[in-house]
């Protein structure tokens, strides 16, 4: 048996029960829900994050609002109260826009910027969970030498009521076809078993991809494998094996966009996440002009801009013009994540918001929804849609861009299940408490056979 992308969940006969906070999309949700917790009510302000939040997660109680307005606060407050007795989970990951510039680490509360921070916080304090996890960029552990994290550590525990503590997790050593590393806060009360870290392949730090240049005098990237790390190596390449994934073991059945699948399950990867699910959803690629065609055909995989022949540097390679002209002679982009093609046989880099982070593998095209999906680790039966138009807060850019961006801001399911079923495990044994118990209806991932 495969070393799948989920494991098993809590053997108690009753869920464990969490609130996600800034929930957006729900990755962090569906991860948590993998792991074995009910999600019982959860809060995010974007009205499109919240429309494919409800679409998935339908029996979750959904705030949806400002929570620093003091109604949506309540009304989360009540939610979560008339839902259980003794909640088990407070997660989420507030902005913490502030934090990069405070200069006076004592007072991160005060700094108005860190308002949804704060409010994670005074939720805390007041809904008293059993345990608590807070997802944020890595960048975070550095600021102030460490001293930031540390009172970060020390405002989540209230005073000592809590015992945290916190580490840089990469999605990719989780069964996540992509590079993404966070950091995290976990914690749990005093007096209960502080979850340990969950233990990744390691596989972002044994293994890289090293430009060479063939007799051709083309240059070419190939996975570099010392011999300490030929274990790791095996393990990712192994098409049965998902705890480390390729680009290819993640997207190779979806070449062709449509409504079809391209092939049957190629890996072990491929027949978890389209469990339940007999079509793509959302597998159309945006549209690039023929200049970037050109150049896509001429970079090798995990390539980039600094792979291009000179000829394909001009700034406009067919003569059609477009974009701010410049000097109108050599291509502005210059960039290494310019013109990225991603590499069949490694990792996806970090995904953000934009359509064109990474291009395919194989083909002189963009990535789809769903392909960027895959990588993040979610679900085919996971859908991202977005509100109607006119919806008050809606952001500007179309629904397209906003279901890429909806994609690249969410948590990798695959890192929160790791983290969820360490805290899971850590809560087991826990007292009798009245609360209700909820069904799991959703998407989710389950071990492969």
Known sequence: ????????????????????????????????????????VAADHDPDGCATYRLNFPQTTLVEGDLTARENHERLVVGVRERTADLDLLAGGPPCQG????????????????????????????????????????????????AVRRQIEAELSLGGEYEVHSKVLDAGDHGTPQSRPRLLFAGVRRGEDLPPWPQGTGVTKSLRLRRNTGRDRRPRYELEVASESAEIAARLLDPEDASAVTVLQALSDLLEPGDEYSSDPCSAYQRIIRQGCETPDDHVPSRIRE??????????????????PDPLLKRYVTGTKWGPAGNGKRLSRKHFYAYRQLHPDWLAWTANTKADFAYHYCLPRGLSAREVARLQGLPDQFRVITAPRGTPGKLYGGARHSRYRQIGNAVPPPLARAIGAEIARALADRPERSSKRLSHDGPALRQAA
Request: proline share 7%; hydrophobic share 40%.
């Open 291 to 308: 200049d970037t065609v050109l150049r896509l055909r001429s970079i090798p995989p995990g390539g980039n801009v600094h792979d291009l």
């Open 99 to 146: 934090f990069s510039q405070v200069r006076n680490h004592d007072r991160l509360l005060e700094d108005p910027r860190n308002r949804l921070y704060r409010e994670f916080v005074q939720i805390l304090a007041e809904l008293r969970p059993r345990a608590l996890l807070v997802e944020n960029v890595p960048g975070m552990i550095q600021l102030q030498g460490g």
């Open 1 to 40: 048996m495969p070393e799948a992308l989920t494991g098993g969940t809590p053997d108690d006969e009753e869920r464990l029960t969490a609130v996600d906070l800034f929930c957006g999309a729900g990755g962090l949700s569906e991860g948590l829900r993998q792991a074995g917790f009910d999600l019982i």
